[in-house]
């Protein structure tokens, strides 16, 4: 069975600087796709950023990056210099690529960052 | 402006009541997904549906039911709601049902159930 274990349910981060988000993954497909989602407080769902578990550079848009690490089965999120608005919940995410029951995407518990000005 | 209509917003419901939570896309996309998001457990997926006609059970699936009739409607439907069925519902859609590409999520703006 897949899942997603996002081990920090709230993170502090001062303002202007790096922050990274965790993300481990079990699943038993060899192929599948890895997300981070935004939720700011006014609800809706952003996506941010994407990795194929077969992309042999890590995924980057912008001030996010996807520390891929296969092995590890870990797709942690880097957000460098912080803004206030990323104030947010961030969720991680993952999709088989072959179709071994749906193409199901699957989320995290998600954490909520703060920054703090 | 493209994207994924829910409704209601937001409903209060006596417990025993049924309700159906719409969702309609004019995307044009195959697959479309309804999650539940709790507080401490993130987004949970109730049922999906590759392409119009088919559907699936998702990883909560229990006392709900869908429906795909064509490929922008989806609606969910709680037949006898209970007090645990208070969430917010997000209705989702993807462009592809392969494996190809990223095909990102695109999310409703969320329907709040309250289950009394």
């Known amino acids: 069975a897949q899942k997603i274990t996002q081990t920090q349910p709230g993170m502090f981060v001062q303002e202007k600087e790096a922050v990274t988000l965790d993300c481990t993954y079990d699943?038993?497909?060899?192929?599948?796709?890895l997300f981070w989602y935004k939720q700011p407080s006014s609800g809706e769902m952003i996506f941010l950023i994407y990795?194929?578990?077969?992309?042999?550079q890590n995924a980057t848009e912008g001030r996010y990056s996807l520390n891929f690490q296969k092995a590890r089965k870990s797709a942690n999120l880097v957000i460098s210099a912080s803004q206030l608005g990323d104030s947010a919940m961030y969720f991680c995410?993952?999709?088989?690529?072959?179709?071994?029951?749906?193409?199901?995407?699957?989320f995290g518990a998600g954490t909520r960052l703060f920054v703090k000005a | 402006t493209a994207g994924i209509t829910q409704a209601p917003t937001s409903q209060i419901l006596a417990a025993g009541r049924s309700m159906t939570l719409r969702c309609t896309q004019d995307m044009r996309h195959n697959a479309m997904y309804w999650y539940r998001q709790d507080l401490g457990l993130g987004l949970r997926l109730i049922h999906y549906s590759n392409t119009a006609g088919t559907t699936g059970k998702g990883e909560v699936p229990d006392g709900y039911s869908v429906s795909r009739a064509n490929t922008d409607d989806f609606p969910l439907t709680l037949a006898s709601a209970v007090p645990s069925q208070t969430s917010v519902y997000f209705c989702a859609s993807s462009d592809g049902t392969s494996g190809s590409g990223a095909n990102v999520l695109t999310f409703g703006a969320g329907s709040r159930l309250t289950v009394l």
């Open positions: 699943t038993s497909d060899q192929s599948y796709g």
């Open positions: 995410a993952m999709r088989p690529t072959q179709n071994t029951g749906g193409f199901k995407t699957i």
């Open positions: 990795q194929g578990s077969y992309d042999e």
